[in-house]
């Protein structure tokens, strides 16, 4: 069974500083992996998606995430964050076969960003 | 124009009674689905509908019974409410065509409160 692990469940930063959310995912079969967010009393957008290929894929809001195979880790980044970042991130992955569309997602990232 | 649509935005509601939540997306796609996030933030697949047919289902209590009417409205019944029921129910839809690779689009959620 394929689980997925966000190994911070807040992570507090200051405005213009750099942030990473760890993502980690267990699955014995191929997996396509997104990073959603979701803003206060709002439904959830996708930020990005690693389908395949170049293993940096970026948001168009400064947002970056590597996928890690050996590591079996999708970590997000931002070089710098502002107030409007502060927001719920989820990490989630389908499976790379069966064709359900079936998003199992992590517990989420809590992050805010003070001034 | 919203894309996905949810009604209610809040139900408030007494053990025991009968609810649904309705849902329409206005993207032209074919695959709906229905998410239960818990007060902890975690979200959980419950249903999947592919146009009108039923391809999720995964271990819900059978007091939840999803209904298509067609393929842009995907509604959630919930009979003999329990407190446990409280949480916020998110639909969203995907393109049919490989599910697995294709972004959801959420709506902006139902919080249901069950007293």
């Known amino acids: 069974a394929q689980s997925v692990t966000q190994l911070d469940s807040q992570v507090p930063v200051f405005e213009e500083a750099p942030v990473e959310l760890r993502c980690n995912y267990s699955?014995?079969?191929?997996?396509?992996l997104f990073w959603y967010v979701q803003y206060p009393n709002q439904g959830l957008q996708l930020l990005l998606k690693?389908?395949?290929?170049?293993?940096l894929v970026e948001s168009i809001n400064g947002f970056e995430a590597e996928f890690n195979k050996s590591q079996t880790s999708f970590h997000l980044r931002k070089p710098s964050v502002h107030i409007s970042d502060t927001a719920e991130y989820f990490c989630?992955?389908?499976?790379?076969?069966?064709?359900?569309?079936?998003?199992?997602f992590g517990q989420g990232t809590t992050l805010q960003v003070k001034p | 124009d919203t894309a996905v649509s949810q009604t209610p935005k809040y139900l408030v509601t007494q053990m025991g009674n009968d609810k649904s939540i309705k849902c329409e997306q206005n993207?032209?796609?074919?695959?709906m689905y229905w998410y239960k996030q818990d007060s902890k933030k975690f979200l959980k697949i419950m249903f999947s509908?592919?146009?009108?047919?039923?391809?999720i289902n995964e271990t819900v209590p059978n007091r939840f019974s999803p209904k298509s009417p067609d393929k842009a409205h995907l509604n959630l019944h919930i009979n003999s409410l329990e407190l446990g029921d409280s949480a916020v129910y998110f639909c969203?839809?995907?393109?049919?065509?490989?599910?697995?690779?294709?972004?959801?689009?959420f709506g902006p959620g139902t919080r249901l409160t069950v007293l």
């Open positions: 969203a839809s995907s393109q049919a065509a490989v599910r697995g690779r294709n972004e959801q689009f």
């Open positions: 699955s014995s079969v191929s997996v396509y």
């Open positions: 690693y389908l395949s290929g170049s293993t």
């Open positions: 989630a992955v389908t499976l790379g076969s069966g064709n359900t569309g079936k998003l199992i």
């Open positions: 993207l032209g796609h074919d695959t």
């Open positions: 509908y592919n146009n009108k047919e039923l391809i």
